[in-house]
């Protein structure tokens, strides 16, 4: 075989390779939505995003708004990024600007293998320990709440968050730096007035990108949210996040009924809000390097 | 390194290979059953028993609810579902298209008991007062007899077999209060009441546990013996689902859970037997 056509085969590999991710994706696509749409047959797509009731096995009078399940996922994202942004962007500036090498080799690993503990086991910690401490420390009626669900998705995802904000901080060339300390300013100021505004699209994108892991998150939701269809007013109340709903109602659903078109329509507005971030992030991501902040 | 490439694929296909044929070497006799979790405890005792006393034959059971099950048996990839509800008009249908009669066999009885924290004072409920608690009337203990304390109601999901048996009922036309805490499996149920003094909840005879208390409903303890005298007002029949006549292993299994024996086990799982109990 000569070389070129040996290069050639490779080529031909990898690209079937990277056609199969491809096909994945638009095979996903097109099953979630033959699978979904029927759904708005017998609801319109106003009062399943707008509904409040979701009843959808009642024999007598079934309902199908989803607002509670909607409102129940942007609640504990809410929480979970009010929880991780401080911390995660905080920790990302630590390990970059301030931390010596030494201590940043020990520190760094140490947070991303937060990021390996199964969320089962996240969820299952949240159940046995945070959901009773929050109980008893807010003296509330029911520990599982959106508050319990936000903690333990922001530990979860705080390495995620952590990595992308500080390779963000990374790219930031260190003749930035130099040139902040030589017109006299010092670590604070470097960090907070030149490396920080330079690095904002790239922090920004790592908080979005976590945004849409916690919005995608099912099994600790399904564990320690509580699990009440109900629009929240409060983030010690139970919520029902979208991805909880689907995972406990899709195994013992009547395939092909009304309640199974309308979860595939829920996984249609999850998809939908992942995909927006995704294209968000994507804007953001090239207005940066149009404007070449560095 | 280009060998030892080749040689990993190989090795990896080898295996996949070996893992599809493997089924077809086997020379048991095998059976699986799917569905509702509520039977699972029931039908697991049913298959470790018949095995025991029938080496050579294998038969395994799994949970996922009883929508679950009852799809598998329908696209034929189990032999046997267990369901805590009775099969549905659009299951039916569905079994109909594929040209599949689906068979209904009734294996034991059941008992939903309404359970509370085991501090919680209220021993007693009637079915109103179960029912107000359920459509979020009453809110808190004190109304029923009860400590000043917020009443956490939880249950079951919406398209489990345990909410259907529940809902038809307590609540008949009426919709269940939003803010309910809807709970994916019954040990949820019964982890969550356990953890939460004001809780409330309802799970099968079989899950009951010392850590929950059940209440009394109009008067009556959730026992097997109220449920057979007709005196329990919770009871509802579970079933094992079948394509067509059950023949072969599958008979011989349903026959065994028909049996004397196989109701002892019923009994014994803390459910109501269906036939004379050995």
Redesign the interface.
Known sequence: MTRATKDKIIEWGITLIALTSVISFLGIAVVLFAQGLPAFNFVGLWDFLTGRGWHPTHVYEPEFGILPLIMGTLWVAAGALIITVPFGVGAAIYISEVARPAVKDVIKPIIELLNSVPSVVMGFIGLLILAPAVMNLFNLPVGLTIFTASVMLALLYMPYVVSIAEDALNAIPMSLREASYAVGANKMETITKVVLPAAFPGVSTAVILGGGQMIGETMIVLMVAGGAAMVPTSFFEPARPMTATIAAEMGETVVGGDHYHALFAIGIVLFVITLILFILVNLIEKKFRREKLW | MKKSIAVTMAAIFGLMAGLVAAPVAESRERLVLQGSTTVLPITVKHAEEFMKRNPGTEISVRG?????G??AL?EGTIGMAQASRSI?D??IL?AKARGIKVVEHTIAGDALAVIVHPENPVANLTKAQIRDIYLGKTTNWREVGGKD????VTSR?????T??AFNEKILG?E??R???????SSA?VV??VT??P??IGYVGMGFLRPEIKALHVDGVAATAENLVAGKYPLGRPLFIYTAGEPTGLAKRFLDFIMSPDGQKIVKEAEFVPVGPVK
């Open positions: 996922g609810g009883s929508g679950a009852i799809k329908i549905r659009g299951e569905e304390q917020k009443i956490v999901d919406v398209a489990s077999g909410f259907k036309k919709k269940q939003p803010d309910a805490l809807f709970l994916a949820a982890g969550t953890g939460t004001g809780a």
